[in-house]
């Protein structure tokens, strides 16, 4: 049987191999619920950045620049990382350069990898089913905060491990942690997080209705795909 497992922090990267693997990155708050939200609504593509700079220099290539530094959106960019900025219809067909300060970093971590995808509670239902027709191990990885754990991205992964139950077995331990984790918080979400770090930051940072819509599944029926360096939008049938 393929395996999945999960790598609770980027931090602890060097202990998986991406080679040969699809690689699903998650920050569910927020970074992957908006890339996911962009595209759903018609953003022509996503480029993401790890470096601020890097991302700036887009704008010369005709890019709108987007996403945050510690949840707050970054001085001179054109949009920050709440996935309702990304709803509007005269941002369709636009490209975007995105960074933030956990989210691209993740990905950028995952380069090398088969196939990379961003997992999102939004369109859930939509990387599982890519997955379970794919003849790869996965590997999630939690972009976490800061190197730290946290719980909404393990949750997440606790999702896929749980809806691929029957044909991907974990590879160790973290996978069936996430299983647990996420069993007990599934019916609700918004409660089960109300302590956590990044539901307490984004509160102080007075950022409140993003939280129950990046725990809302399968809003979206697209997959994220990063394809020659870019991400865009794989509609599932
Ligand atoms: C990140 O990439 O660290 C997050 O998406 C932060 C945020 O909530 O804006």
């Known amino acids: 049987m393929k395996t999945i497992d999960v790598c609770l922090s980027p931090e602890l990267m060097h202990l998986y191999e991406v080679k040969g693997k699809s690689v699903v990155v998650v920050d569910i708050l927020r970074a992957t619920s908006c890339m996911t939200s962009a595209l759903a609504h018609g953003i022509d593509h996503i480029k993401p950045f790890a470096k601020l700079d890097d ?8 890019y709108l620049t987007a996403g945050e530094r510690d949840g707050k959106k970054v001085e001179g960019f054109d949009m920050g990382n709440s996935p309702f900025e990304y709803m ?3 941002l369709k067909g636009k490209k975007i350069a995105f960074t933030t300060t956990n989210g691209t970093q993740a990905i950028a971590k995952s380069e090398g990898a088969d196939t990379i995808v961003i997992g999102s509670f939004l369109n859930l239902n939509a990387v599982v089913h890519f997955l379970r027709h794919q ?8 972009a976490g905060w800061k190197g730290k754990v946290n719980m909404e991205d393990t949750l997440f992964a606790g999702a896929l491990v749980d809806g691929l139950q029957n044909h991907f077995e974990p590879a160790c ?6 299983q647990r984790l996420y069993a007990d918080a599934k019916n609700d979400m918004v409660a089960y997080l109300q302590n956590s770090s990044h539901v ?11 939280i129950a819509f990046c725990l809302t599944p399968n809003q979206y029926n697209i997959l994220p795909i990063m394809q020659n360096g870019f991400m865009v939008a794989q509609k599932q049938s």
């Open 200 to 210: 307490k930051r984004l509160a102080r940072l007075n950022i409140h209705k993003d």
């Open 55 to 62: 991302c700036l220099q887009a704008k010369q290539e005709g």
């Open 88 to 90: 509007e219809p005269t």
């Open 173 to 178: 331990d973290a996978p069936r942690m996430a």
């Open 135 to 142: 003849e790869k191990d996965i590997l999630v990885v939690c």
